[in-house]
């Protein structure tokens, strides 16, 4: 289950990641420095807007920050394995 938590803890670990400087993704933005810094601490959560806007911004899908895309990419993973042992042959019945 996602919770705001995980939101805000992967929308600061994707900026972290981004090597970009939070003036820098702030001035892409038109937003102030101190906004995401609120963001990285965990104090605020970026307006819809603002967090698609910021998802494009550091190449990151939204999916991953709202944890939509979780257990349907859990399943494709499972098949994607089954398919990989299957095709090789090594899997008995």
């Known amino acids: 289950m996602i919770t705001i938590e995980i939101i805000q803890k992967r929308i600061a670990e994707s900026i ?4 970009l400087t ?3 993704i702030a001035k892409k933005l038109s ?5 995401i810094c609120s963001y990285i601490h965990g104090r605020k ?4 807007d603002t967090l698609a806007n910021l998802c494009k911004v550091l ?3 939204a ?4 944890g939509i895309d979780e257990e349907t990419k ?13 095709n090789s042959g090594n899997l008995k019945f």
């Open 63 to 66: 999916n991953y920050i709202l």
């Open 59 to 61: 190449d990151i899908d």
């Open 74 to 86: 859990n399943k494709a993973q499972i098949s994607n394995s089954f398919n990989q042992i299957y």
């Open 16 to 19: 972290k990641q981004s090597g």
């Open 45 to 48: 959560l970026p307006a819809l």
């Open 22 to 24: 939070q003036t820098e």
């Open 31 to 35: 937003i102030k420095p101190t906004q």
